[in-house]
């Protein structure tokens, strides 16, 4: 059954358990460090820990308890300081901030009050409400929060304080290399995903010439030889804007790896290992995505191009909710939730591939496309502008799939993501494509 066929009451239990799940998240990634790491900046480009707790605290309380419920503000001189577009990511540890435990108590007493306000909503009237949009929204504003708050973990220095069971191994992958993908029209987008968000709307029809893309992300192990072949001492692989990137900044490998004598290691979560040669390279930003595809003689796929490779059933000439269907995410289609922390091997999750067979389309590593951030033919910002319309424009690159520290409630075909081409700390990496000769 599909969301948009959903009874109330089910509507209600998925908002729930959604919140819940969320929250737990939250509580993990702020219980797992004590006060001075909480409120320490690990990276300019990242808010301390306890501004994301009580952003998260209220943006619930802005948007459930005060636009869904009527209720007066619990606490309203704290707007601007929780305000994103107020206050960049470097002048926060400035700002007077709500102490942890402080911290805390807001986001728990907000929590409890919606919950309330849960129990009793009803699932229609306003666009807000509609099928419990306003519920699903913050749940998931607050998984792309706990998305954040790992990334910081992994900036953090220090010894480990997060662990998680690896991905099952899997024999080393020995199908294709690459799949077709047929040319013709399918349908992106959506107008009946309940809790989609305003960027992945409206449907809407594109015809695709035909194309191959890779089976699975690119590795580490190939990504690598990229390296060995001199990739980043060879401007005619990059772009002019990613070469004066590279040389500025003195980029040689992705992020957090080293070498040591004759192997690479990196940093994952307070941990040194070696790089693992069959794992989705990860942490590379769009300019080291693209000078790797034009270094392999192909390209990084389109926007359209991704989610067609992702949607696309051939057989029912439909769009699916998922690679794999219109199931919800289990843990044999996707490595998602924070389950892991990192990718799976690629070739891994045999059940979750798309009917024309490509593989870890959703989870293990946000996927560089070659596409600007741009609205669909008949975007309406909606609720506020400042989620999406704000940022589209050739400054921001799409992103496309999740990783493995991306929930199922905020992840899905139809799903858009975005950056700037210089950032790589984020869990991003790619797969190449290139064009049908016809």
Same mark, same amino acid.
Not at 237 to 260: C, E, K, Q, V
């Given at each position: 059954m599909t969301d948009h066929v959903l009874d109330a009451e089910a509507l209600r239990e998925r908002a729930?358990?959604? %919140?819940?799940?969320?929250?737990d998240r939250t509580t993990l990634l702020t219980a797992c460090v004590g006060e001075p790491d909480l409120t320490a900046q690990h990276s300019p480009l990242m808010s301390p820990l306890v501004w994301d707790l009580a952003h998260i605290g209220n943006q619930e309380e802005q948007w459930l308890l005060r636009a869904v419920a009527g209720h007066e503000a619990i606490r309203p001189e704290i707007d601007g300081l929780y305000d994103a577009f107020e206050h960049p990511?470097?002048?926060? =540890?400035?700002? =007077?901030?709500?102490?942890?435990?402080? @911290?805390?108590?807001?986001?728990?007493?907000?929590?409890?009050?919606?919950?309330?306000?849960?129990?009793?909503? @009803? &699932?229609?009237?306003? +666009? %807000?409400?509609?099928?419990? /949009?306003?519920?699903?929204?913050?749940?998931?504003h607050e998984q792309q929060h706990d998305e954040t708050m790992l990334i910081t973990h992994q900036l953090r220095r220090g010894p480990r304080v997060l662990t998680a069971p690896d991905p099952e191994p899997v024999p080393l992958f020995t199908g294709p290399s690459e799949v077709l993908v047929p040319g013709g029209p399918f349908t992106m987008g959506t107008s009946d995903e309940p809790w989609a968000l305003d960027n992945e709307r409206p449907a809407h029809r594109r015809e695709v010439a035909p194309f191959r893309i890779d089976t699975t992300p690119v590795t580490n192990a190939a990504y690598q030889a990229f390296i060995e072949d001199g990739g980043y001492d060879e401007p005619?692989?990059?772009?002019?804007?990613?070469?004066?990137?590279? +040389?500025?900044?003195?980029?040689?490998? =992705?992020?957090?790896? *080293?070498?040591?004598?004759?192997?690479?290691?990196?940093?994952? /979560?307070?941990?040194t290992e070696v790089v693992p040669p069959d794992e989705p390279v990860v942490h590379v930003c769009w300019y080291e995505?693209?000078?790797? @595809?034009?270094?392999?003689?192909? *390209? %990084?796929?389109?926007?359209?191009?991704?989610?067609?490779a992702a949607r696309h059933d051939p057989a029912g000439d439909r769009s699916m909710r998922y690679p794999w269907g219109d199931a919800d995410p289990g843990p044999e289609h996707a490595n998602l939730g924070q389950r892991h922390l990192r990718p799976a091997p690629a070739g891994s999750y045999p059940a979750g591939e798309s009917p024309l067979g490509v593989r870890q389309l959703i989870g293990d590593v946000w996927e560089w496309t070659a596409s600007d951030f741009l609205p669909y033919p008949g975007f309406r910002a909606f609720p506020y502008r400042e989620y999406s319309?704000?940022? &589209?424009? =050739?400054?921001?690159?799409?992103?496309?799939?999740?990783? &493995?520290?991306v929930d199922a409630v905020a992840c899905r075909g139809t799903f858009r993501n975005w950056d700037l081409p210089v950032r790589r700390q984020i869990f991003s990496g790619f797969r190449t494509a290139r064009s049908e000769v016809v």
């Open positions: 729930v358990a959604s %919140l819940i799940t969320a929250r990511r470097a002048e926060r =540890p400035s700002l =007077p901030l709500l102490p942890p435990a402080e @911290a805390r108590r807001y986001a728990a007493e907000v929590r409890g009050r919606a919950l309330d306000v849960l129990e009793g909503a @009803a &699932f229609h009237g306003t +666009r %807000l409400t509609e099928a419990g /949009f306003a519920f699903g929204m913050i749940a998931q005619r692989w990059w772009t002019a804007d990613g070469w004066a990137h590279i +040389r500025r900044n003195s980029l040689t490998a =992705p992020l957090f790896w *080293r070498r040591d004598g004759g192997q690479w290691l990196r940093r994952r /979560f307070g941990v995505a693209d000078a790797y @595809a034009r270094w392999a003689g192909r *390209r %990084l796929p389109t926007e359209t191009e991704w989610e067609k319309e704000v940022f &589209f424009g =050739p400054e921001h690159k799409v992103l496309r799939g999740g990783s &493995f520290a």
